[in-house]
C-alpha cells in the first residue's frame, strides 16, 4: 500500500495560504488602538510567524522528497538485495541518491532550531535527522561505488560486504521518516480543518478552504479505497467524502463567477483541475461498483505487471496534486 501513499508531501500547504480567498476582502474595520502598540501583544505574533516558518521548512524537507526513504527501501530489498545474494558477478546497482540524506538533514536541523514548538513534529524530526546522518556515510561511500561502476572492478565485493550496514541504516530512516509522516500529517489536518471551520460560510474563503480540508480527507479515503478496491466500506466512505468535495466545488464556482462580474476580470478559480479531480474520481467510483478492479488484467497491462486500480491511483494523485498544488498560488 506504501505506492498509494506517497503524495501527502506534495500537498501540503502552510496555514499562511489557506486562509485568504479568491474575492474575499480582509476585515478593516478592527483597526489597532493605541495601547495595541506596547511591546507584550508583540510575542504571540512572533511566535506565531515562528511556527509557520518552521512548519514551512518540514513541509519542505517532505516536498522534496519524491522518492521517500521508505520506497527506497523497498527497492533496495526488492531489486537491489537478490542481486547481491546471487553468486553472479554484479553488473547494476542503484542506490538512493545521497544528496537527499543530507540535505533533509539539514533543514530538519534549521527546522528544529526554530524556538516555536510543534509537538506533534519536533521529535520524529530530530530522530529522522539523527538516523539520516548515520545512513550519510554509507550512502555516500556506496553512491561513490556505484556511479562510478565499482562493482565492475571487484564483481560486487564492496557492495556485499556493506548491504547489511546500509540497510539498517536505511531501515531505520524509513521508520523515522514514516513517524515524521505521521506527525506532518496530523498538523496538516489540523491546519485545514481550523481554515475551514474559521472562514466565514458562503464565502469564497470557506468553499476554498472546503475544498482543500474535504480534498484531503478523500485523499485519506481514497488511500484505504486503492488499498482494498472492492470492499464495500472504503468505496462508501471515498464517495461520501467526494460529495463534500463537489459541494465545495460548487459553491467556490459560484464565488468566483460572482467575483468575475463584479470586475469584470475572468477568474476561473483553477475549475478546470478541480473538475478533472473530481470527474476522475467519479470513473473510479462507477468502476469499482461495475467490478472493474476485481478483473484480472490481460494483454499489455497483464505484460507490464499493471493493473487497472495501479493506474487510477496514479491519476488520482496526479489529480489531487494539480487540484490542491493551485492553491498555494493566486488563482484571481
Excluded at 554509507?138 to 548491504?163: I, P
Excluded at 472504503?234 to 464565488?255: C, I, N, P, Q, T
Aim: net charge neutral; glycine share 6%; with cysteine.
Amino acid at each position: 500500500m506504501k505506492k498509494y501513499q506517497t503524495l501527502l508531501g506534495a500537498t501540503l500547504v502552510a496555514v499562511s495560504a489557506l486562509v485568504a480567498g479568491c474575492g474575499d476582502k480582509a476585515d478593516k474595520t478592527a483597526q489597532p488602538s493605541a495601547s495595541s502598540t506596547e511591546a507584550k501583544p508583540a510575542a504571540p505574533a512572533a511566535n506565531d510567524q515562528q511556527l509557520v516558518e518552521k512548519y514551512n521548512l518540514y513541509v519542505d524537507v517532505s516536498n522534496n522528497l519524491r522518492t521517500s526513504f521508505q520506497e527506497a527501501r523497498e527497492s533496495y530489498v526488492t531489486g537491489q538485495v537478490p542481486l547481491l545474494q546471487a553468486k553472479a558477478p554484479l553488473t547494476s546497482l542503484r542506490i538512493q541518491n545521497d544528496i537527499l540524506v543530507d540535505r533533509s538533514a539539514q533543514k530538519l536541523d534549521a527546522a528544529a532550531a526554530i524556538a516555536a514548538p510543534l509537538p506533534e513534529i519536533d521529535e520524529s524530526a530530530k530522530a529522522f535527522s539523527a538516523a539520516l546522518k548515520v545512513l550519510s556515510p554509507l550512502s555516500r561511500e556506496l553512491n561513490d561505488y556505484a556511479n562510478s561502476k565499482g562493482y565492475l572492478a571487484d564483481n560486487g565485493d564492496k557492495a556485499r560486504q556493506m548491504s547489511a550496514d546500509y540497510l539498517a541504516a536505511l531501515t531505520t530512516v524509513a521508520q523515522a521518516e514514516a513517524a515524521f509522516d505521521k506527525g506532518l500529517s496530523a498538523r496538516d489536518q489540523a491546519l485545514t480543518k481550523e481554515a475551514f471551520e474559521k472562514a466565514p460560510k458562503d464565502t469564497a474563503a470557506h468553499y476554498r478552504a472546503g475544498l482543500i480540508y474535504h480534498g484531503k480527507l478523500n485523499h485519506a479515503d481514497a488511500m484505504a479505497l486503492f488499498a482494498a478496491p472492492n470492499d464495500p466500506q472504503a468505496l462508501a466512505a471515498f464517495e461520501a467524502s467526494l460529495a463534500l468535495v463537489a459541494d465545495s466545488a460548487a459553491g467556490w464556482s459560484k464565488k468566483t463567477g460572482e467575483q468575475s462580474a463584479q470586475s469584470g476580470k475572468s477568474c476561473s478559480g483553477g475549475m478546470l483541475q478541480i473538475n478533472e479531480f473530481i470527474g476522475q474520481s467519479r470513473s473510479v467510483i462507477k468502476d469499482a461498483k461495475d467490478g472493474v478492479f476485481k478483473r484480472k488484467e490481460t494483454g499489455a497491462m497483464a505484460r507490464m505487471g499493471r493493473s487497472g486500480i495501479v493506474d487510477a491511483a496514479n491519476r488520482y494523485n496526479q489529480n489531487f496534486a494539480n487540484m490542491i498544488g493551485q492553491f498555494n498560488r493566486p488563482l484571481c
